[in-house]
Structure formats: C-alpha cells, structure tokens
C-alpha cells in the first residue's frame, strides 16, 4: 500500500506533490513526507499523521520551493507509524532520498550485511534498507544512479514501488516497479511519478504504466527512458491516453466520497452493463467472454478468487452461476487458495474479482492457477491494473474511481459484471429458456432505477442509525443470495464504524448466534419476498421470542415483516438474483450514518487502506 508521488519539470513541486498525496490518501494514511530539491540541497520533512498534518508541520519547517519533489502517504508495514519510520528516507551520506511502496522481504540480511560495513540505520523500516544498499552499490561500483538502483534491486526480494533522486544529479528521478503500481505522467516538459494517474490528470492525460520488474530514468527536459531490471534490456516507451477526468476524483458536492460513491451507484450499474446488455436484440455481448466461449463451455468448474467485499461478490456470483448456468462454483479466500496447495486443473475457469486490481494475494493467487495450467479471467475496476493485465481475458466494472476505503458502487458493478456472464453463459448453454433470459434482462435493466429508489430510505436509515448508533454488536442475517450481503453489510459497519459485527445465514443462527440475542442486540435480517421468505420470517419469530431489536429490510409492501420488526427499510422487489443489488443500498448507508454519528473517519477508516498490495 502507501501513495507515491513525484514532480520533475518547470513548475513549484511542492503543491503538486502535496495536492497529489491527498488523491492517494486512500492508499494509506499513517503518516507522511516530501522531499524536494530546491536547487542547493535537499529539504525533508515528514509526520506521523494525514497528509494535512504534514502540510501544517512543513510549511513552518521547510522552504517549499523546487522543481523536483517526492511524497509519501504511508500504511506501516515495517515498524510502527512515526515520524522516524516515515518516508522519505535518506542514505547515510544524505546524497540519496527514496520513497517506496511495498515490502523488501530480504531485509534483515541485507541490513546486516550493510550494518558490517558499517552503515547505520534511524528507522525500522526495509525502504532504508533499500537506500542505503543503493547507496553502497553506487559508490562500490561508482556507477550512476540508474545502474546501481538496478543492480540493488537485483539483490532485493519482495514488492516495490519506488522513486529515488541523487542531490548531486538533480535532474532525474530513478523509478521502479515489482508487485506495486507506479504510473509516470508525461507533460510538456515535465513529467510527474504516482502510485495511480490522480495526481496529475490536471496536468497530462499521457502516461506511461511501468509492468512489473521495469525501472526508468527520468530526465528533466530528456524524457524517460525504460529498462527491463533483470537484464537491462530497453523498453519502448508505451504511452496511454487516460480516460479518467478530475470531476470523478473529486467528491462533487458530498460530505465524503463513500456518500457519493453509494449514490452513483444508479449510474455505476447502468455503465457497466452499457453496450453488453442488449435487450431488444436479446443478446449479451462481453468480448472477454465471447472469445473464449469454448473455454467456458468446456468448464469443469469455476474457482473465484478475491479479498474482502470482492469475496462477498463473489460469494453472490455462486448463486448466480449455479442457478442460472448450472457450472458449479468455489469461492475462495485468494490468501487461502495461494498457499493451499489446491487442485486446479486446465478444465477450470479461475475468474479473479478486485476493484483495485492491485491486491497482493489475488494476484498471487492468479500467478498460481496460471501455473496450473487455469484459464484465469478477471474482473476489475481500474483499468490497467496489475490483476487486469496478469489474466487472460477480463470484462472491467465501469464504477468510475472508488475512492473511499470501503467499498460501495465496486460491490454492485461487480454482481452486475457477474450476472451478464451467467446470463450469457447460462444462453449459450442451454440452461435458461429464452423468455426467462429476456425476462431478466428487462429486471437487470431496471435496476438503476429501482436502486434511485432504495436510495430514497436514507433519512430513514439515518433515523434507525441514531438509535442504534451506541450499540456494542450487530448481527446480520440473510439467505441465499442475500447470505453474502448480510457478510458485506457486517463489514461495512465494522471497518467504518469500529462497532463488532457479525453475518450469518439466517438458519445457521440457531447453531450458535442465538446465544448473543438480548434487548440490547440489534439485528439486521434482510427477508425480501423472493427467496427464502417464509424461512426468514421464522427466523425474525425466534430472535422477536429473544427480545432482539430487528430492523428488516424487505420488499415494497412487505406486511408480515413489519408486524414482527421494530424497524423495516423497503426496497423494490426485483428477481431473486438481483435482489442484493437493492438490499445492500440501505446496509451501505447505515453504515455510513452510524460511522458519522460516532465521529469516524469515513472514507480513511483506521488500519485499513484501499488497495491491499502486501499479503
Ligand atoms: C471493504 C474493502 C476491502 C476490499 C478488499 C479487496 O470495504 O474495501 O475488503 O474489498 O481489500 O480489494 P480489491 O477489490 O481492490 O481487490
């Protein structure tokens, strides 16, 4: 995790680098540091806290003119967040400064060779490891600073994005990638360094995604030139166009961007199946599936593989894919599944869901069903990404930038991503008669709206969230389609609002969950009219018996619910598969009001950061 930035051209780095950190915010917050050159020497300062912390310590402590700079936004891995461990960090000589997003797993070997020859260290961190090995290698070999940040990293196991600059050449800036983002933004004479293009799309919509295990110099007034770091070959320079504009990275009116990113959803959904759902031709187009149809058709099996709300997507997507397209489904932990040693075989689909496309262990877990002989498809967010250019094929989600921690629009693109696949699968199989696959079509179709409409029970869910506001725990309760979303509403509350809570299938409650229902416990049951009803509304009958507080979210209308619930949240009623693109709305905004109410940090969530990219 961690945001990098860097700034080398004609202008002020300083705000830009600044400015930039802010964007990367999502990707850690612990604490934060720039370092410019400011044509004589270097000047650093860096905090434990935000990035608002810092601004506020440097300007008083440093001059902040320059045209070359580095940032940091850190998530602590090696050593604990402080204002030693942050970055930037200086060589020992204090010539060299590096910032560094990532892990060097060889670390304490590497410290310790260092440390004999006598090198010393301030912080508990591998990126000062990393500096100072560049540094010895430099002077050892007295080589330019290219060259002995190729053959340092040469030495070095584990994950990395990083910039570096020589005060002694202030004219470049050394960049490079293994297992963590890093983009370089190509102006007119000026050229910026990130973890993701935010920072600079004011300034240019070209850029240049280093592939893992390339490094580049970058010039000023010269350009970058790029390298393969293993065997020094030349890359050609690729640059993209970006589609991305500032008004999507910005929160457009919104307290937070976790609010606006639960409101675009009518628009998220609505873009990601734009062009693939084609109602009145009765077709679903989705080239990634399309051209390898054989390879779905030939399935044995689909394994998914994702983290955190991607697994509960996923999860969603067993029903899916079993209901609609009759292939049986395994859902897995990608941290589980890359060190369990599991069965794949060439006849499995490996379908990989991340909305960074960036996470460590789903990337692993891609890098060892490939090796397995699994045709791996992804479905990721950001474009780009090391997930979406590591599988096969893949259909993106088109949620626009997510940039609260906890995700939101991600969640819903996603289902809407994997129920055009069964859909289309479940078609060309066979396993769905025409009329029912034109039926849902015309329901997924009006899901956008329906969605507008879950939206609309915000003030109410605010109202049931000043109630609840105080309690200790929160179970959640659903089944079938909507188990997942009980999983995914549990979450939500605890990583924005730190309050402890659990999801469960309704039925498993009565094997141990019972236990907890009191007067005190509030208990979320999601008992829409399709599915499970008559189960469900067993369920409510039992925790009612045990005096447990139960806010139900059900169909518009819902009478039965409502006699037993203390609370109700409608939503529309839609098929039964589509159902947890509506039921999640009102989980999502509770959430979000009790975080607000106890005075959390919503959108930057402690410990936690957006793009997970160590294991
Ligand atoms: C929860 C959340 C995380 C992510 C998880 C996977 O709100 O955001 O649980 O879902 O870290 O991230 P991606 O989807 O980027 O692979």
Same mark, same amino acid.
């Given at each position: 995790m961690c945001g990098i930035v860097g700034y080398i051209g004609h202008r002020e780095a300083y705000p830009i680098v600044l400015k930039g950190l802010k964007r990367l915010e999502y990707r850690g917050y612990d604490s934060a540091g720039i370092a410019l050159y400011d044509g004589t020497d270097i000047k650093l300062s860096k905090t434990k806290g935000k990035v608002l912390d810092l601004e506020h310590k440097l300007e008083s402590e440093i001059?902040?003119?320059?045209s070359l700079g580095i940032g940091h936004t850190r998530w602590a891995t090696?050593?604990?967040?402080n204002d030693i461990n942050s970055h930037p960090h200086y060589s020992n000589s204090g010539d060299l400064v590096i910032i560094h997003n990532g892990i060097i797993e060889n670390y304490g070997s590497l410290k310790q060779e260092l440390i004999s020859r006598g090198y010393t260290f301030k912080?508990?961190?591998d990126t000062e490891v990393l500096v100072n090995l560049i540094e010895d290698v430099k002077k050892n070999e007295n080589i330019k600073l290219g060259k002995a940040v190729q053959i340092a990293l040469n030495q070095v196991i584990g994950a990395y994005a990083i910039a570096v600059f020589d005060k002694n050449k202030p004219n470049e800036i050394v960049v490079a990638r293994l297992g963590s983002p890093l983009a370089i933004g190509i102006g007119e004479d000026e050229f910026f360094i990130a973890s993701d293009a935010s920072p600079f799309i004011e300034y240019t919509k070209n850029a240049i995604y280093l592939e893992d295990e390339e490094m580049a110099v970058v010039r000023r007034h010269k350009g970058v030139k790029i390298r393969k770091i293993k065997d020094d070959s030349l890359v050609d320079n690729y640059i993209q166009t970006l589609q991305l504009n500032l008004e999507q990275i910005?929160?457009?009116?919104?307290?937070?961007f976790m609010l606006k990113e639960i409101y675009e959803q009518p628009n998220a959904i609505r873009d990601t199946f734009r062009g693939r759902l084609r109602t009145d031709e009765a077709i679903i187009k989705m080239s990634g599936v399309e051209d390898n149809m054989k390879k779905f058709l030939n399935a044995d099996r689909i394994i998914v593989v994702a983290c955190g709300t991607s697994w509960h997507a996923g999860l969603v997507s067993e029903y899916i894919f079993e209901d609609l397209a009759r292939i049986p489904v395994e859902v897995e932990y990608a941290s589980e599944f890359r060190y369990r040693n599991p069965v794949i075989t060439d006849r499995d689909i490996v379908i990989a869901i991340s909305q960074?496309?960036?996470t460590a262990d789903t990337l692993a877990a891609i890098k060892l069903a490939k090796s397995k002989g699994a045709f791996v498809f992804g479905v990721c967010?950001?474009?780009?990404?090391s997930i979406s250019r590591e599988t096969h094929a893949g259909a993106y989600t088109?949620?626009?930038?997510?940039?609260?921690?906890?995700?939101t629009k991600a969640f819903t693109t996603q289902i809407t991503v994997l129920t055009l696949i069964a859909l289309r699968l479940a078609r060309a199989k066979g396993t769905i008669s025409s009329s029912e696959f034109r039926h849902q079509m015309i329901e997924l179709e009006l899901i956008p709206d329906k969605v507008k409409k879950a939206l609309e029970s915000d003030d109410y869910v605010k109202s049931i969230a000043e109630i609840y506001k105080n309690a200790s725990n929160f179970l959640y309760l659903g089944r079938g389609f909507n188990f997942p979303v009980a999983l995914e509403g549990a979450l939500k509350l605890k990583e924005i609002s730190y309050i402890h809570a659990e999801g469960y299938p309704a039925a498993e409650? !009565?094997? &141990?969950?019972?236990?907890?229902?009191?007067?005190?416990m509030p208990i979320v049951v999601i008992a829409? !009219?399709? &599915?499970h009803y008559e189960k469900v509304v067993s369920n409510i009958q039992e925790i009612k018996s045990r005096k447990g507080k139960i806010i139900g979210i059900v169909?518009?209308?819902?009478?039965q619910v409502r006699e037993l619930a203390d609370h109700v949240i409608e939503v529309p009623e839609t098929i039964e598969s589509l159902t947890p693109l509506l039921t999640t709305i009102p989980l999502q905004l509770l959430s979000y009001h009790i975080a607000l109410m106890l005075g959390k940090n919503v959108d930057q969530p402690r410990n936690l950061a957006k793009a997970v990219t160590v294991e």
């Open positions: 001059s902040t003119h320059g090696h050593g604990v967040p912080s508990d961190t910005e929160k457009g009116g919104y307290d937070h960074s496309g960036e967010n950001v474009v780009g990404s088109h949620a626009g930038p997510e940039i609260g921690v906890a995700s409650m !009565k094997h &141990g969950p019972i236990a907890l229902i009191d007067e005190n829409t !009219k399709k &599915g169909t518009e209308g819902d009478k």
